[in-house]
C-alpha cells in the first residue's frame, strides 16, 4: 500500500522565517499529491495540489521524484500559518491517503 | 464550491449503543467518504459510500460495525454499532469527483463513548 511519511509532529518557528514541513510519499510512478490544512476550529480544506504548481498564501510544493518529496516551504512564516497541516497521496481506487500531520506554530 | 454539513456535531453515548451520523452536501457529488481521526493521529479512511450500491470497506472496517447508506448524490449516512469506548473519535465525512484528489470536508462529529 502506499504510505505518506509527515516525519514531524510539531514545527514552531518564529514569525517572519523560513518555513518547511517535510512529506515523503511511497513510490506510485505518477503520484498525485496534496497538502490540506487545518486551522483553529476550522474543517479540512485543501492548500494546494501538485500538478497546479502554484503558490497559495505563500506556500508552494514541489514534487522531487528522486527523493519521492513533496516538501511545503514558505520563506516567511505568518502568525496565522499556524495550524495543522497534512501531506495526502491519491491511491489507487481514488482514495485519498493522508499523513500523521504536522502542527505547524509560528511565535511572535 | 460544495458545502458539507454533518448531524450530529457532537454526542456522548453509553456502551452497546448506535449512533448514525448524517452527511448532507449542498450539491450533487460523485463520491463520498467517511473517515476517523482518533485523538493525536491523522485521518483514516473507513469507507467509499457508493451511491446505490454497498459501500467499500477499507482494511479493518466491516459493515457491521459501520453500516454505510447513500440513497442519493447529496447524503450519506454512517452508523456506528455497539459502540466502545475505543470508538471515542472524530468522524469526518468528505466528498468528491472521481478523477481526482480533491475533496471537501465537513465540519466532523465527536463522539465520546463511555
Known amino acids: 500500500a502506499q504510505r505518506v511519511t509527515q516525519p514531524e509532529k510539531l514545527l514552531s518557528v518564529f514569525k517572519g522565517a523560513p518555513v518547511e514541513l517535510k512529506c515523503n510519499y511511497s513510490y506510485s510512478g505518477s503520484p498525485e499529491l496534496f497538502w490540506y490544512v487545518q486551522y483553529s476550529r476550522q474543517r479540512l480544506q485543501l492548500l494546494l495540489r501538485?500538478?497546479s504548481r502554484e503558490s497559495i498564501k505563500g506556500f508552494t510544493a514541489d514534487l522531487n521524484k528522486g527523493e519521492t518529496s513533496f516538501h511545503l516551504k514558505k520563506p516567511f512564516a505568518q502568525e496565522e500559518d499556524s495550524a495543522m497541516y497534512y501531506c495526502?497521496?491519491?491511491?489507487?481506487?481514488?482514495?485519498?491517503?493522508f499523513g500523521a500531520g504536522t502542527i505547524l506554530r509560528v511565535k511572535s | 464550491s460544495a458545502v458539507i454539513s454533518q448531524k450530529p456535531s457532537r454526542d456522548i453515548c453509553q456502551r452497546g449503543t448506535s449512533l448514525t451520523i448524517q452527511c448532507q452536501v449542498d450539491s450533487q457529488v460523485t463520491m463520498m467518504f467517511w473517515y476517523r481521526q482518533q485523538p493525536g493521529q491523522s485521518l483514516t479512511l473507513i469507507a467509499t459510500?457508493?451511491?446505490?450500491?454497498?459501500?467499500?470497506?477499507e482494511s479493518g472496517f466491516v459493515i457491521d460495525k459501520f453500516p454505510i447508506s447513500r440513497p442519493n448524490l447529496t447524503f450519506s449516512t454512517l452508523t456506528v454499532s455497539n459502540m466502545s469506548p475505543e470508538d471515542s473519535s472524530i468522524y469526518l465525512c468528505?466528498?468528491?469527483?472521481?478523477?481526482?484528489?480533491?475533496?471537501?470536508f465537513g465540519p466532523g462529529t465527536r463522539l465520546t463513548v463511555l
Open positions: 459510500a457508493n451511491q446505490g450500491s454497498e459501500a467499500t470497506y
Open positions: 501538485h500538478i
Open positions: 468528505s466528498a468528491g469527483n472521481t478523477t481526482s484528489g480533491l475533496r471537501i
Open positions: 495526502a497521496q491519491l491511491e489507487y481506487g481514488n482514495k485519498l491517503v
